[in-house]
């Protein structure tokens, strides 16, 4: 569970500004997003073949 403390004389914009940092950075969006709904294993080899594929051709692009 993600949780911020608030130090004295401290905003509350800036106590959920850090907890929105916070609550980005571990993911749990990510894994809720992928735990909504079934994704085959074939399915999900394919996506990864293509993420793969992407990066390399985004890194050769930089490359040049």
């Keep these: 569970m993600i949780g911020v ?4 004389n401290e905003s ?3 106590a959920l500004r850090r907890f929105k940092k916070k609550y980005e950075r ?6 809720f997003k992928k735990r909504a709904f079934f994704v085959k294993p074939s399915v999900d080899r394919r996506m990864s073949r ?3 594929a992407r990066r390399q ?4 692009m930089e490359q040049e």
Excluded: F, P, Y
């Excluded at 403390?5 to 004295?8: K, L, N, R, V, Y």
């Design 50 to 52: 293509m993420k793969a």
């Design 57 to 60: 051709h985004r890194a050769q």
């Design 5 to 8: 403390t608030i130090q004295s």
């Design 26 to 31: 571990s993911g749990v969006l990510r894994e």
């Design 12 to 14: 509350i914009d800036r």
